[in-house]
């Protein structure tokens, strides 16, 4: 079907006033992120994976595997998705593929693949689909950060709420391995060469991501909460001394030139996402012992900048092209990352108007997009039909989902690990959030 003929017989079966039929062009669109997911499947005696992009040093795709187990970019990313997206969206078909992808990932031992334990790119994200945090109850890492380092098995940890000695034991250590800054505490990569082990910012490999962990595990554990918020406020303090509202962010320290991106792994979005969890575990009742109008004026800077990137994308595709639009609408690389704080800054500071942005830019990208999710820009360089949740569809469905149907599926910036809202619940902040975000230019 071309996507002409797709668009006039989605028109036709519409509701009238322009919300809702934003609504339904964002649902449809999710329902063929599915359909993809579903038909890119590869079946064998072990059970279904997925395929998944080699990178070169430049970051460029070079060829496809099969096989890989991470969150990030592997089976388990995807499973993940299918799981809340078959049940959110009534199909059997997905529910039945993420049952038997979690199965195949589940039966495999660590100690089997000499996997690496942290979160995104390890077995803690493989415990996403049990809950139980067995795989890395003895997880450890020379890193520290939250995609292969301590930060993640001990927010997977936390999820689970098991294994407190361990979680004791972890938070011990990332203290140990900070360095003590002129304001808070930072965490170098001593496992890389010169500059490249230079502290940085956000929520892939920076503060953000330790500082989230930190006190997820101080809420689940009262007898770590003391050296975990602790230490997870001197991490928010350091990253306060790099934010800079007239640039709506934190730096991308990585070597090269510094940039203030607006990204999930290194930026806005991610930094942002954590301080909006940060305000909802407040409002539950977490004794933060630090300032919660920082943290509470850093989220709304945050959430400032990532609607503006959002329209920012959401301009460029309806001018340009979808092609004109870096990343597409994913979650690291691209405008889902920003486009899902928004969504979240809905819930969180009681302004549904937040979440209507959002929705109304997504159907934008989608209006102009190609019927098949599969040539939708990647959020890898070349990496045509990427279905990955980091990188690819299986996060755009996720997201597009949470758009359309708000409390069916958990945030995709939180990565679920925040819970699943309704916009009818009440606020963390009781409506006392910033203001609409910038209204859509295009």
Not at 286 to 304: K, N
């Amino acid at each position: 079907m071309s996507a002409a003929t797709h668009d006039r017989e989605l028109e036709s079966a519409m509701p009238t006033d322009p919300a809702s039929q934003d609504r339904e062009r964002v649902l449809d669109a999710a329902h063929r992120c599915v359909d993809l997911l579903v038909r890119t499947a590869v079946i064998d005696r072990a059970g279904p994976t997925w395929p998944a992009w080699e990178l070169g040093a430049d970051g460029q795709a070079l060829g496809v595997v099969a096989g890989r187990r991470s969150l990030y970019d592997g089976d388990a990313g995807v499973v993940w998705a299918l799981t809340h997206l078959g049940t959110a969206l009534h199909r059997p078909d997905a529910t039945e593929l993420a049952a038997s992808g979690a199965r195949t990932l589940l039966q495999a031992r660590p100690t089997d693949l000499g996997a690496p334990a942290g979160l995104l790119v390890g077995e803690a994200g493989v415990d996403l689909l049990a809950r139980a945090g067995d795989r890395v109850a003895a997880g450890w890492s020379e890193g520290s950060d939250l995609t292969d380092g301590l930060a993640g098995i001990l927010l997977s940890l936390a999820r689970a709420r098991r294994h407190e000695s361990h979680a004791a034991s972890i938070v011990a250590e990332l203290r140990h391995r900070s360095r003590k800054e002129g304001w808070g505490r930072s965490w170098p990569d001593l496992r890389l060469p010169g500059d490249s082990a230079r502290p940085l910012c956000g929520l892939a490999h920076g503060a953000s991501g330790i500082a989230w962990a930190l006190v997820e595990a101080a809420g689940v554990w009262p007898r770590v909460a003391p050296a975990a918020l602790e230490l997870a406020g001197e991490a928010l303090a350091w990253e306060a001394s790099w934010s800079d509202p007239a640039r709506g962010g934190w730096p991308d320290l990585r070597e090269g030139d510094v940039t203030w991106p607006d990204l999930w792994c290194h930026g806005a979005a991610g930094a942002g996402a954590v301080r909006l969890r940060l305000l909802e575990l407040a409002a539950a009742g977490l004794d933060l012992p630090w300032s919660l109008d920082t943290t509470r004026a850093e989220a709304e800077m945050a959430v400032q900048r990532c609607g503006a990137a959002m329209h920012e994308a959401t301009d460029q595709a309806v001018s340009h092209g979808v092609d004109a639009v870096a990343g597409g609408w994913t979650l690291c690389h691209g405008a889902g990352g920003p486009a899902g704080v928004v969504a979240l800054a809905a819930d969180v500071f009681g302004v549904p108007e937040h979440r209507e942005r959002a929705v109304a830019a997504a159907a934008a990208q989608v209006r102009v997009a190609p019927t098949d999710p599969e040539e939708w820009p990647s959020g890898l360089k070349g990496a045509d039909g990427d279905v990955s949740l980091a990188t690819g569809v299986a996060g755009t469905a996720m997201l597009l989902t949470d758009l359309a149907q708000p409390g069916t599926v958990p945030s995709l910036v939180l990565l679920g690990l925040g819970g699943v809202r309704s916009t009818g619940e009440a606020s963390a902040l009781g409506g006392r959030g910033p203001g609409v975000v910038a209204a859509d230019r295009g």
